[in-house]
């Protein structure tokens, strides 16, 4: 049965792509969030609405606490043989209300705390797992305000840290290319999450397909793009 793993799932899109990937895909999936609670509780209504034991477990993982990456990845590495998609999709701060020439630059370093060197962490520690699988994808849950050509002073702190995270796709891309994992930098849209809003004009489900067709890739699916409901776009 192929496994995957999606960071920050309790909510938003997250729990959406959990949730398409137990009951479209036919993964195990491991619903992680920073507080375990959250994750048991998103999980616990997932199997209410049809979802068999252990097709989704419960997993906490906080992507800006080293040793709860390293904790988590030492759970699943007991549990699983291989790890076929990470979804890292946990992000914070669409700060909307900060211009970069007045930015509180610690505010964006905390956001870049979450939004890019979360990925990285998570996953460097789940390599090994994902190396043994065929192929092995990753996930980084990326945004259109990330795009280089669409910067500009708004939301700088969200901003800089996509378009970090769509820098660090490319790279670990190459690094992985020979070795069969896929790492590609997906967007979901504009979505009604708490994070999107009421405004948005893309549904969960709409967001979340997007990025599972990222973490559904067959082996020779493309590696080191940017794209948004299979289509690749502009870095
Ligand atoms: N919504 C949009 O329009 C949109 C557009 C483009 C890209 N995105 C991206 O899509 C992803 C999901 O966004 P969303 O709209 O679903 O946002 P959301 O509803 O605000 O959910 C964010 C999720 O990230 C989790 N999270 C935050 N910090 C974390 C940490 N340190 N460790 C683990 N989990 C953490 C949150 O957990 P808690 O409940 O514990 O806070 C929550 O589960 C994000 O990467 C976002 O940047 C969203």
Known sequence: MPVSLVTGANRGIGREVARQLAAEHGHAVLLTARDLGKAEDAAEALRKNGLGDGRVAPLQLDVTAPESVATAAEAVEREQS????????????????????????????????????????VAQAFLPLLREAAPGRVVN????????????????????????????????????????????????????????????????????????????????GPTGGFFRDGEEIGW
């Not at 291989?82 to 505010?107: F, I, P």
């Not at 891309?173 to 948005?200: C, F, H, I, K, Y």
């Open 82 to 121: 291989h790890l076929d998609a990470l979804v890292n999709n946990a992000g914070v701060d669409y700060d909307t209300d900060q211009h970069v020439l007045t930015a509180d630059v610690e505010r964006a370093g905390r956001a870049l705390d979450t939004n890019t060197l979360g990925p990285w962490r």
């Open 141 to 220: 849950v990326s945004s259109g305000s990330g795009a280089w050509r669409s910067l500009g002073s708004g939301t700088p702190g969200y901003s800089l840290s996509k378009a970090a995270l769509n820098a660090l796709t490319v790279m670990m891309a190459s690094a992985l290319e020979d070795e069969g994992v896929l790492v590609n930098a997906v967007g979901p849209g504009w979505v009604r999450t708490d994070m999107g809003g009421e405004q948005a004009n893309r549904s969960i489900p709409e967001g979340a397909r997007s990025i599972v067709w990222g973490a559904t890739l067959g082996p020779d």
